[in-house]
């Protein structure tokens, strides 16, 4: 099946700046990339997503750009707010298992104001 | 409309016991997925079901533990002779197409 790897596993940043939380995968195969936030106590939920015939997508100030060819994936937040601090997952589909998301290990984004 | 829904939302147990956990997917959404999320820890699958097709079960982590979805809606986690390392938040989450999941709240479950 996929494997993600997630990276880093904590990020802090100083509020304003900008964070970038870095994805790859193993299957080729697959076509489908979400990002979910989950914050202390919460429900994921999806924030952005992309398939692989595009390249990068933009969402006010969350951007997710797609390397099939490298096989990795980024998320990108810019003007970093203290209500960004959360848990971040990325996750991969659409490869030889249809239907599974494999979800790397998540990413502890702290903002300090 | 309505999300995905779970009860218990909090259960605490005596070890040894049987627990049930239940899930209620979005209407119309065919796919449903359980997961583990220990304290701090990332989401461990479990269980996969779609449609009719037979579940994926490659992420039960015992023979311990076991689930059903009938009528191809509500889903039913069971957890058999339950132990201390089994407290964790459980998640359900559904997805109309096997892609986009949308998660319930969680049980908490806390084994004594």
């Known amino acids: 099946g996929e494997n993600v790897e997630q990276h880093p596993s904590t990020l802090s940043v100083q509020e304003g700046d900008s964070a970038v939380i870095k994805c790859t995968y193993s299957?080729?195969?697959?076509?489908?990339f979400p990002w979910y936030k989950q914050e202390l106590g919460k429900r994921p939920q999806l924030i952005i997503d992309i398939r692989s015939n595009v390249g990068e997508k933009k969402d006010q100030r969350i951007a997710v750009t797609l390397n099939k060819t490298a096989k990795h994936f980024s998320l990108h937040i810019t003007e970093t707010q203290p209500e960004d601090s959360a848990v971040y997952f990325c996750?991969?589909?659409?490869?030889?298992?249809?239907?599974?998301?494999?979800f790397g290990r998540g990413t502890q984004l702290t903002v300090w104001p | 409309g309505a999300g995905v829904s779970q009860s218990p939302s909090n259960k605490v147990t005596e070890k040894g016991k049987d627990v049930e956990l239940r899930c209620d997917p979005i209407s119309g959404h065919t796919a449903l997925y359980w997961y583990r999320q220990s304290l701090g820890q990332g989401l461990e699958f479990l269980i996969y079901f779609q449609g009719n097709s037979a579940p994926d079960k490659s992420g039960l982590p015992s023979d311990r533990f076991s689930a059903e979805r009938t009528g191809g809606s509500v889903s039913t986690l069971t957890i058999q002779r339950t132990q201390q390392e089994d407290s964790a938040v459980y998640l359900c989450a559904s997805s109309p197409r096997g892609e986009t999941q949308y998660f319930g709240p969680g049980t908490r479950l806390l084994v004594l």
């Open positions: 996750a991969a589909s659409g490869g030889s298992t249809l239907g599974r998301l494999y």
């Open positions: 299957d080729s195969a697959s076509n489908y």
